[in-house]
Nanobody, 124 residues
Framework: QVQLVESGGGLVQAGDSLRLSCAASGRTFSSYGVGWFRQAPGKEREFVSAISRSGGITYYADSVKGRFTISRDNAKNTVYLQMNSLKPEETAVYYC?????????????????WGQGTQVTVSS
């Protein structure tokens, strides 16, 4: 089993940057692909980015390509999401999730474990 804890959220202005972290428990973290999703009030949880177990393959939603970068440090059991040029419409709770297989990285229902989320608020 994997437990995930997100951190790094906060209140920023439009155009600012934030780096989110997803820290995982367990010695087999490198066996899990990890994704980031976000959920704004009144909206469904949506895919943002994901990274394969080794870190060699990454995925991004079209809306964040070129601005967000996902990375992982398996020695530290941590995945990062660097978010640049943030927009007010990206205000949401950001969740990380882990999955043990190697397909469906963009699909919310494909993930086995979820963190509690971290709030990101972008003011205009």
């Amino acid at each position: 089993q994997v437990q995930l804890v997100e951190s790094g959220g906060g209140l920023v202005q439009a155009g600012d940057s934030l780096r989110l972290s997803c820290a995982a428990s367990g010695r087999t973290f490198s066996s899990y692909g990890v994704g980031w999703f976000r959920q704004a009030p009144g909206k469904e949880r949506e895919f943002v980015s994901a990274i394969s177990r080794s870190g060699g393959i990454t995925y991004y939603a079209d809306s964040v390509k070129g601005r967000f970068t996902i990375s992982r440090d398996n020695a530290k059991n941590t995945v990062y999401l660097q978010m640049n040029s943030l927009k007010p419409e990206e205000t949401a709770v950001y969740y990380c999730a882990a999955k043990s297989d190697s397909y469906g990285y963009t699909l919310r229902n494909a993930y086995d474990y979820w963190g509690q989320g971290t709030q990101v608020t972008v003011s205009s």
